[in-house]
């Protein structure tokens, strides 16, 4: 069991620090008031109206809020309030942009009603009867974005009946709205939360707890009683929260001990309070560049007029799309492009990671690559460009002329005929060394040398070889 009053404490503290420290502006913000059309009779349908109202913020109730009146008039005087928040979340440079500027940071609020939670990890906090007169007042619950697109903050604000003076009793912020990251690393999810000490609800214990949502797919994460000092059970695993942090600070991070692909998607971070809560949802997603290969490689020497295929595979990357292409560089040390090939389909592995190729017919007579150079496959990634390269060389010489191949029968015919002679003579004179008969074949070479001009050809030498070895 934990004693809440550290938090009470704890909250005294910062509320002090920031009283002090914070030199910062808080701002005049414009928000959507959105609220369900009444008289519909609680359908779902969802109907819902918008008004413009606007906010003066502030960090405690003596102070006026730095920004000056706002210009705009289209906003109804009804809808002007004053929202004191002493834990200074609203007061952040992000939700106080330069005045004129164009870019304006979000802002929605809508009325809430404070009931108790039948969750199995929040019901303990409404055992006790607590002051319900409490209860009896208006509750906004409002949530604001910042500019940066990183911040994010929700509070939960109370106004005695009628009045239009709102006081922030609950707030949670999150550092980290839209958070990439490197498939097999730790990941950290940002939401801390605040607690007005001077509620009575502060002394009741919290709970919290976070879920994971994607299109069709949700599921609870993780869940914990502030108050039992109790985890929910649950099937996720590689997934904390850092408990002193959390009783001491308010930190209610979670920490993905390793980020999968089925990792992507958004998480909300839940803070109850009895009677209330306030959420922050986040994004999350893995981004893994490929992996590339070529194959194959290294390349066969091409002659020219020659087609070769080659493949380039990417491998292992989140999420799709992914582009390939092709390069060429030539021995100018100039690039041209090669296109991009024949795209496979991709494929998922187990991981949840892709896969996918890119064919390339290289027609070494259409294209002129000269005598070779560096064929790379370019593979372009929301994670980052990736290259792999292998060496083209085109041999030098048109395919060999019809003297050439009669030669190289005749060649082979005679060298034929000279193992024959050899391998008989050897039979007939017991051991001779292996070193011997290399000699042999050797000195033949030399003779044929002697005789061909031809032999200057490589590839004739080759050819020669490989039915030296063949009739043996
Ligand atoms: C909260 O905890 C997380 C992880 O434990 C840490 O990365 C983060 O900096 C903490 N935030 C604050 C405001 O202390």
């Not at 509620?199 to 976070?210: D, H, M, R």
Request: one cysteine or more; glycine letters at 8%.
């Amino acid at each position: 069991m934990t004693d809440f009053s550290t938090i009470y404490k704890l909250s005294i503290i910062a509320f002090i620090g920031f009283i002090q420290g914070c030199s910062c502006t808080c701002p005049v913000m414009e928000c959507w008031f959105v609220q369900e059309k009444p008289g519909r009779g609680g359908g779902l349908t969802g109907a819902t109206t918008q008004e413009k109202s606007l906010l003066h913020i502030r960090t405690d109730k003596q102070s006026e809020a730095a920004g000056s009146q706002s210009d705009a008039t289209d906003i109804d005087p009804s809808r002007v309030y004053a929202v004191t928040d002493p834990s200074a979340n609203l007061c952040h440079a992000s939700l106080n942009p330069p005045r004129g500027s164009i870019q304006k940071p979000q802002c929605e609020i809508n009325p809430f009603l404070p009931q108790p939670s039948s969750l199995k990890w929040v019901a303990s906090l409404t055992e006790s009867a607590l002051s319900p007169v409490y209860l009896q007042a208006d509750w906004f619950s409002a949530s604001f974005q910042g500019l940066d697109q990183q911040l994010g903050v929700s509070t939960i604000s109370r106004a005695p009946t009628g009045t239009k003076e709102h006081h922030v009793i609950l707030s949670i912020t999150s550092r980290t709205m839209s958070v990439k990251s490197r498939l097999g690393e730790p990941v950290t999810l940002d939401c801390n939360f605040w607690v007005d000490p001077s509620t009575p609800l502060s002394a009741s214990g919290f709970a919290v707890e976070w879920r994971y949502q994607t299109r069709g797919d949700g599921r609870l994460i993780l869940a914990y009683d502030g108050k039992l000092d109790r985890l929910a059970d649950t099937h996720e695993t590689g997934a904390f929260l850092d408990f002193e942090a959390l009783h001491e600070r308010g930190n209610a991070s979670l920490v993905l001990e390793e980020a999968k692909v089925r990792h992507s998607g958004t998480y909300i971070c839940t803070i109850y309070l009895p009677y209330l809560l306030a959420q922050v949802a986040m994004e999350l997603e893995i981004v893994e560049p490929p992996s590339l290969s070529i194959h194959p490689s290294p390349l066969p020497l091409a002659v020219p007029g020659q087609t070769l295929n080659l493949q380039c595979e990417a491998s292992g990357f989140a999420p799709l799309p992914l582009e390939m292409s092709w390069e060429f560089k030539g021995a100018d040390g100039k690039s041209r492009s090669l296109g991009s090939g024949r795209m496979s389909g991709h494929r998922q592995a187990w991981d949840g990671t892709y896969s996918q190729s890119s064919r390339l017919e290289l027609d070494t007579s259409k294209l002129d690559l000269g005598r070779g150079g560096e064929v790379t496959c370019v593979a372009a990634h929301a994670g980052g460009t990736r290259r792999a390269s292998v060496t083209l060389n085109v041999i030098g010489f048109s395919s060999p002329s019809i003297e050439d191949s009669m030669a190289m029968v005749g060649v082979a015919l005679v060298l034929y005929g000279l193992i024959k002679f050899v391998s008989w003579s050897f039979t007939g004179s017991g051991r001779k060394t292996v070193f011997c008969y290399l000699n042999k074949i050797k000195s033949s070479f030399t003779f044929l040398f002697a005789a061909n001009s031809n032999f200057q050809n490589p590839l004739v030498i080759l050819i020669f070889l490989f039915s030296a070895f063949r009739v043996k």
